[in-house]
């Protein structure tokens, strides 16, 4: 993996703060409880650009690779897209991804917003990030949550998998309506990285998560190596990205 999600990284040493909290805090009843809460989409409305201005002072601390604002993150993500001569879509979908980490900016805690996702319900796979920290994980009590499918049947698709809760589920709930499949596939799993990168619950997937992998492998290299020092343009690249935005979304969206 080279110099990206360089964990090792002494100046990242938050991150493995973050991953215990994590995989102690999300259990099959704290993801319930989140989706709950927030998937109603009542809280507020909102355009795309107020969201990703929202998100600007937030700095990941699930990220080992750089202190990069999420907005620089958004424009160096679209703009690789952009750069490798891809279609519209798959532009704004470089930009939008990651504004459901505004969830940070309305009272939650990192460890339920960022970092990577994995099933819960289910037996926590040795290829998660950090997987010894899972041992403070209640549901690792429950015997019925502690077998390789779990709730779940096998093949019964990623679609019907709770995956622990943050940004990308919530995403996806704001723009289930507006965004072509594929872009709403690299929304809602972008951050699976035990399935998407590793291989992992193959048990759980249904034929049609396939074409799903295909679009979060072909949007994963934009996502990690844009990281780049260099910080776009905001001023000079808004005309654009505010047509992209326009084209694809409506002026507000329910959050
Ligand atoms: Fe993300
Ligand atoms: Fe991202």
Redesign the pocket.
């Known amino acids: 993996m080279g110099r990206f999600r360089d964990y090792a990284n002494p100046a990242r040493s938050t991150v493995r703060e973050f991953y215990r909290l994590n995989h102690e805090g999300q259990t099959l009843d704290f993801v319930r409880r989140k989706k709950k809460e927030y998937l109603s989409l009542d809280r507020r409305k909102m355009t795309m650009w107020e969201a990703l201005e929202l998100l600007d002072t937030l700095v990941d601390d699930s990220d080992p690779d750089i202190d990069l604002s999420q907005i620089q ?1 958004a424009l160096q ?1 679209a703009e690789a897209i952009r750069a490798d001569g891809h279609p519209r879509w798959f532009i704004v979908t470089g930009l939008i ?2 504004a459901g980490k505004i969830l940070c900016t309305i009272g939650e805690p990192q460890w339920a917003v960022v970092g990577d996702t994995f099933p819960v319900g289910c037996a926590f796979s040795e290829k998660i990030i950090y997987p010894e920290f899972f041992a403070g994980n209640p549901d690792t009590r429950v015997p019925e949550y502690q077998t390789r499918l779990g709730i779940y049947e096998e093949g019964g698709g990623l679609d019907k998998v709770h995956l622990s809760w943050g940004h990308d589920e919530y995403l996806y709930h704001v723009l289930r309506d507006h965004l072509p499949a594929a872009a709403l596939d690299v929304v809602r799993y ?1 951050s699976f990285y035990a399935w998407h990168r590793d291989g992992a619950y193959g048990h759980l997937l249904a034929d049609e998560d396939a074409a799903r992998l295909e679009h979060v492998q072909h949007f994963n290299p934009y ?1 990690l190596y844009s990281k780049d020092a260099a910080r776009p343009d905001f001023v000079a690249l808004k005309p654009f990205y505010e047509d992209l935005v326009g084209e694809f979304l409506p002026d507000t969206l329910q959050w």
Do not use: E, K, L, V
């Open positions: 993150h993500t991804h990651d972008h996502d």
